[in-house]
Structures are given as structure tokens and as C-alpha cells.
């Protein structure tokens, strides 16, 4: 398989999340809805297709929820719910909160208009929304996280970036040797069983392999099936959230990003069903069993509103460090079984924003 490009792609992504209102309840046509279907879902496809051809990106399948619809991009993933949209750019008039994110670039250079430094893009955001704020955390000259907010966060987000893996990971070397939708490719979903990031049973995916190399996938996860969540107090707006995943799996610059909005509980008890959504050690797993990277970061993101606690209990950020360290090494540095490398982690923070709180950290794989 010839899987080489004419000039390096660039990995990180863009991330742009943008409200229009609270809530789907909050939308105006909430109580109206004659198919299901409600606020900025009731959109045509070919608007969403107008809009996405400005910025040179192609649909190239849809998969429809009962909450929300997963569009698989040319070149990203949009998520279209009745109040929200994610990973779209274009400036949007009466929003209620916006969220831009991103990873520092392997390529600056190869950027266009703002997004070649940090500073440039910041200054475009505060040129179209009013009290917003610009953070960045963890080194500038590694695998960072850097992100902009505007007023609250959402409930809750799990992202794991991760660069220098093998340049065919034996985990995802089925995936890398189709081209085109592998939807229903039998050997892919063979393989997407095996790998459960989510109980398949609970998941509709949508995937595609690209030509010379790269793949994406979207998923939408029932994780209001599990009623595990509901007993541990998470009792959603609605029960349907998302997974994806964009491999760029390019020799030198190889990088893998996986993210998902499902809030999962930082550990379970052991022998825990596998029918089960994982809990968060159990994800970061088995993801980084899959590309096996030489570094990584994860980021979680929670609401305030979510991370209210009694007097002495431990804070969700809190947990999900416990949660990331265990995942990948325990306290003696050993790693634990699930996974076949030893990490060491490089950084810990923990931010308290007003609206939301993120707990980061990065890890690089002892040698």
C-alpha cells in the first residue's frame, strides 16, 4: 500500500463548538416538531454542504440520531444538534457561547489567514464575540492543548491527542488497508468490536480511509442505554453523545486524535461488565493500546455545574488524573497490564475557569 503524501498534512485539528441556545429545550421550535427533529436539525443538508464549501470540505456520509446528526467531512467531523454545532468554522450571528481549541501545529507555516500563530486567532474571536477569554496550557514546544471560551463549557469532553506512533499500528493496520467508506467493510468492524472503545451494541458508526493514507470516524453512542451512568447521578438532556476518531498516520508526522462527549465516571469496580461504557482509565486504554504513540496528552473538560461537590469529597478533575496515571503507569512507574508500553507523565495541570474546569496532562513513552 502506498501510503505516502505529497507534502506533510497537517494532524491537530481545529476545534469550533458554537450554542444557540441553553438547551435543546430552549430552541424556539421545541414543542413543534412533527418529525423528531428540531432547531438547527430541521437544516438541509445542502445549507450545511453551501457552508462547508467555503471553507474546501466535503460530506462524505451522514448518520442520524435520535438527538443529533454526525456528519463524516473531507477533511473533519460536524455534529449538528437541535441547539449546538461542533467542528464547524464560520462566523455565526446571536450565539449563545462559542468554544475554539486546538493543538500547537506541526506546520505552522502551512496555515492560512490567523490560524499560522495563537495570538492572531485570538484576536479574530475577540473581533467578533464580547467577553471572551484565551488560555493555553502545558508546554509551548510539545504536544499542547490551547483553547479559547466564551461564557460556559459543556457538560463534559475526553480528548486524547497523540503523535510519533508506529507508522502502522498493528491495532489499526485494517483500517488503514481500505480505501474509501468501511462502513461495512466485515474485517473493520471485526476489528471495531475487538477494539470496544464503546460497546458496539450502543453505537452507529460512519468511518472512511482515505487516499494515500488517513482515516476518520464518527460514532453516536445511546449512553442513555447504560444504566450504569444514570445510577452514578449523570442524568442527561438526552441520552445520545458522540466518539471520533482522525488517524493521519504519515512516517515522521504521524498523529491520531480520538474525542468523546459521553461523561464517564473516572474508575469502575473490577471485573465490570464489557457491555458497559467504559469508565475513563478503561478508554485511555484501550485507545493508546491501539496506536501505541510515543507521546500523548488527554484533556477532560466538565462544567462547574457538574463539578459541585461536597466538603471533602474529590473534585471530577482530580479523579481524572488519578484516573489518566492508572490508565498508563501506577505509582511505581510500572504500566499497568492492559498496556504494552511504559509512559512517564511530563505534565499535570488542573485550570478552574469560570463555567468549567479541565484537568491536563501529557505522557511520553519511556524508551
Known amino acids: 500500500m502506498d501510503d505516502t503524501a505529497s507534502a506533510p498534512f497537517e494532524g491537530p485539528e481545529k476545534l469550533l463548538e458554537i450554542w444557540f441556545a441553553p438547551s ?3 430552541v424556539p421550535d421545541a414543542q413543534s416538531s412533527a418529525d423528531g427533529k428540531t432547531g438547527l436539525r430541521t ?28 456528519y463524516l467531512l473531507s477533511e473533519s467531523s460536524l455534529f449538528v444538534s437541535p441547539h449546538q454545532i461542533a467542528s464547524i468554522h464560520a462566523n455565526m450571528p446571536t450565539v449563545h457561547r462559542c468554544f475554539y481549541s486546538r493543538k500547537s501545529f506541526m ?12 495570538k492572531y486567532e485570538v484576536e479574530f474571536l475577540d473581533n467578533i464575540f464580547t467577553n471572551g477569554a484565551a488560555y493555553t496550557v502545558g508546554k509551548v514546544n510539545g504536544i499542547i492543548g490551547c483553547w479559547m471560551a466564551r461564557a460556559n463549557f459543556p457538560d463534559c469532553t475526553i480528548e486524547i491527542l497523540m ?17 474509501g467508506s468501511v462502513r461495512t467493510c466485515s474485517i ?24 494515500p ?31 471520533t476518531i482522525h488517524v ?4 515522521g508526522w504521524s498523529y491520531a486524535s ?21 469508565d475513563l482509565q478503561t478508554l485511555v486504554q484501550r485507545v493508546v493500546r491501539i496506536f501505541q504513540p510515543g507521546r500523548l496528552s488527554l484533556t477532560l473538560f466538565v462544567s462547574s455545574e457538574d463539578n459541585e461537590m461536597d466538603n471533602g469529597d474529590e473534585s471530577p478533575v482530580d479523579a481524572a488524573q488519578k484516573a489518566f496515571r492508572a490508565a498508563l503507569a501506577d505509582a511505581k512507574g510500572q504500566m499497568n497490564g492492559n498496556v504494552s508500553n511504559v509512559y512517564k507523565r511530563t505534565d499535570k495541570i488542573n485550570y478552574e475557569f469560570g463555567g468549567y474546569d479541565l484537568a491536563f496532562a501529557s505522557f511520553e513513552k519511556v524508551k
Not at 214 to 239: F, K, M, R, T, V
Open 188 to 211: 473493520v468492524i471485526k476489528i471495531i468490536r475487538n477494539c470496544r472503545h464503546i460497546p458496539f451494541q450502543l453505537t452507529a458508526l460512519d468511518a472512511y480511509s482515505f487516499s
Open 248 to 251: 493521519t498516520p504519515e512516517e
Open 163 to 179: 503523535s510519533d506512533y508506529p507508522h502502522r499500528p498493528p491495532g489499526f493496520l485494517p483500517f488503514l488497508s481500505c480505501r
Open 24 to 26: 435543546p429545550a430552549a
Open 258 to 278: 480520538f474525542e468523546c462527549n459521553v461523561p464517564l465516571p473516572p474508575f469502575r469496580a473490577k471485573h465490570a461488565s464489557s457491555d458497559l461504557i467504559p
Open 213 to 243: 493514507c488517513g482515516y476518520s470516524s464518527n460514532a453516536l453512542i445511546d449512553w442513555g442505554q447504560d444504566p450504569s451512568l444514570a445510577e452514578s447521578g449523570h442524568q442527561p438532556e438526552s441520552g445520545e453523545g458522540y466518539y
Open 43 to 70: 437544516i438541509d443538508r445542502q445549507i450545511w454542504e453551501d457552508m462547508l464549501d467555503i471553507v474546501k470540505c466535503k460530506v462524505l456520509s451522514v448518520v442520524q440520531g435520535a438527538d443529533m446528526d454526525a
Open 107 to 118: 506546520f505552522p507555516d502551512r496555515q492560512v489567514g490567523p490560524h499560522r500563530d495563537w
